[in-house]
């Protein structure tokens, strides 16, 4: 790409510039041994300053599990977790649910919770590792108060990790909510703080955990009467380097700003508001917000009161900006690293059982559903899993399928279910028993509750939403062909997402391994009136 000629000195001074305030253009990954080796490049760092901790990360080896009474979390949500299928907990689960447990208290306005940094691939179990933990500490609250924000860069991310935590928070009074800009603002603000007109200095609150993406954040903060973050214990900031890259209205520094007053936002303490009848109103604020509980002049003993808010960095890439890193004001950060010794092992962690066949088939977005109706009729799929990214997704493409196969001939339709976090332990276990005695064809599920189907005899796997990562693909595949069978695996791509599968496969050294599907357009052609048809009477009803 040529750069014009009045840019390139202006971009070339400041990447000088750039160049001399860093010194280095990034951390080196020093849970590497090799890294460890470079001492010109660790003098470097101490000269810079940078901290202990980030030099000495804990590392652990992704391949390491734990039994689910191992990590300290309640009877209750431990229960819950063999309920949705969980059996073991991962490497990154193991390590960081722990720590995160060691301080549940809400408020500590003497000493801030240390922060955690989590440098770990996506697909290795990171959102458990904060969900789980936040849910418990959380269900011992009494009163309702806004106290984790989970942060994410994408409105699917938002999605999936909402459904994520609502199949947690069952059995509790918690309630989680996102915004992501999907539903109407005033919609949103509904949800956030309801609709009373009085304003509380504590700001009012009708949800206890809140996903978003930065932007909607923001917004809400800017513009939402009672919305504060002030009471907030949880401050998660998900795909950590995608997200510190996004400059929208210096978000960062604004939600951070939140969570802590200047002098002029401190309250007395006992400025309390009455309604028209005199009655006091209910105004809980953060002990940080208060002022002293009392006029004297303050002397040693008053000590200013830290905030209790604790931050939670999750990235598959956390070390790469110097900069980015210290404007997020950690406090006693401890730093875990899930990964291999040697970077060469990564590679050969991606092995597919020898019985499998894989392939892709790229496809228009709007004829996917078409594509999956193609697979279970013309290719006489049976005893199979389909993955999709979301409850949402699952649902939808269970209702195009049943509004199709309502059209067909009985002894011609094929038999779909949906296995869902929504569906009671007991509906799941009669879904798995007819899937497995060949009364369903196919199981269409999320990727989260996709780990309770332990089931040897799947032949296929459709991936009807691309697996992001390649953890996630190799876990979906690897589902079928099991035990010395053979299966089939496929990828259902859309047309701008091609390339970026077809990158992550060749990084991973599996490319080859993934023939491109050859779909017979005239027996396509023939299942599109029905089709179209199933889409008219879906969009009816």
Known sequence: MEID????????????????????????????KKAKHNKEEANLLRNMGIPDWLLHPTTISPKERCDLDQVGLSERLTQRCKEIGLSSFFAVQKAVIPIFLRNQTLYDTIKAPGDICVSAPTGS?????????????????????LRAVIVL????????????????????????????????????QHVLVGSEDESYSGGKSKVDILVATPGRLIDHL?????????????????????LLNQSFNDWLNRILQATKPDGSQQ???????????????????????LESFHSFPKTELDHPKVPSIQKLLFSATLTKNPAKIA???????????????????????????????????????????????????????????????????????????DAYEALQPEEKRVRVKEYSSELRPAERRTVLRQFKEGEIDMLICSDL??????????????SYDVPVYMDKYIHRVGRTARAGRHGVAYTLVEKQQARYFKDMLRQAGHLNQVE???????????????????????TDD
């Open 449 to 462: 509750i996709g780990r309770g189907i332990d089931i040897d005899s799947v032949q296929y796997v459709i």
């Open 153 to 188: 860069p994408t409105r699917d991310l938002v999605i999936q990790v909402k459904e994520t935590l609502d199949a947690f928070v069952k059995g509790t009074d918690l309630v989680v909510a996102a915004v992501s800009g999907q539903q109407s603002f005033a919609h949103e």
């Open 5 to 32: 000629s009045e840019e390139q000195p202006r971009n070339a001074k400041r990447s000088e510039e750039e160049k001399e305030a860093s010194a280095i253009e990034a951390f080196p990954d020093v849970s590497r």
């Open 327 to 401: 404007g997020l004001h950690l406090i006693d950060p401890e730093y875990i690293s899930v990964q291999h010794d040697d970077e060469e092992a990564t590679a050969n962690e991606y092995v597919t059982p020898e019985g499998l066949k894989e392939y892709m088939a790229i496809v228009p977005t709007e004829k996917k559903p078409l594509l999956v109706i193609y697979l279970l009729h013309c290719l006489g799929i049976k005893s199979g899993l389909c993955f999709t990214k979301s409850i949402e997704s699952t649902e939808r493409l269970k209702t195009l399928i």
């Open 125 to 145: 179990g990171k959102t458990l590792a904060y969900v789980l933990p936040i849910v418990d500490i959380l269900s011992k609250r009494v009163v309702k108060r």
């Open 267 to 289: 309250v007395p303490p006992l400025d309390f508001k009455t309604d028209k009848d005199g009655m006091v109103l209910s105004d809980a604020i953060a002990p940080t917000f």
């Open 222 to 242: 800017n513009t939402t009467p009672n919305f504060t973050l002030q009471h907030v214990r949880f401050l998660v900031v998900d795909e950590a380097d995608r």
């Open 516 to 538: 491109l599907l050859n779909i017979e357009k005239e027996k396509l052609e023939e299942l599109t009136p029905d089709y179209e048809n199933a889409i008219s009477s879906v």
